[in-house]
């Protein structure tokens, strides 16, 4: 059974560290790309940020996140991380990690990734 499990989140103040993890399991895990979304209350999923199969020699960011969050994978462990820096309130959303299935395409489109982790919630105060 293919599972993806994310953890990490918590509560921050703003200018703060986290780092989310994603651990996964049902699959070979190196011969997928990963993606992690995140969505705010009232708000579409989006793309924050992608990462290639194999060694995870190509990262992708979303302007928004970009130079602030670093995504990185551990194919010994099955786990990607989304190391996130001088975190802002706008940066709070439950933050998904998935499984991406269709290539090549944007990656920042929700639909081309099949299996979802359960999410895992990001707050940073003002």
């Known amino acids: 059974e293919v599972q993806l499990q994310a953890s990490g989140g918590g509560l921050v103040q703003a200018g703060g560290s986290l780092r989310l993890s994603c651990a996964a399991s049902?699959?070979?895990?190196?011969?997928?790309?990963i993606g992690w979304f995140r969505q705010a209350p009232g708000k579409e999923r989006e793309g924050v940020s992608y990462?290639?199969?194999?060694?995870?020699?190509?990262?992708f960011y979303s302007n928004s996140v970009k130079g602030r969050f670093t995504m990185s994978r551990d194919n010994a462990e099955n786990t990607v991380y989304l190391q996130m820096n001088s975190l802002k309130p706008e940066d709070t959303a439950v933050y998904y990690c998935a499984r991406r299935v269709v290539a090549p395409a944007d990656w920042r489109i929700a639909r081309l990734y099949d299996y979802w982790g359960q999410g895992t919630q990001v707050t940073v105060s003002s």
């Open positions: 990462i290639s199969s194999g060694g995870g020699t190509v990262t």
């Open positions: 049902g699959f070979t895990f190196r011969d997928y790309s």
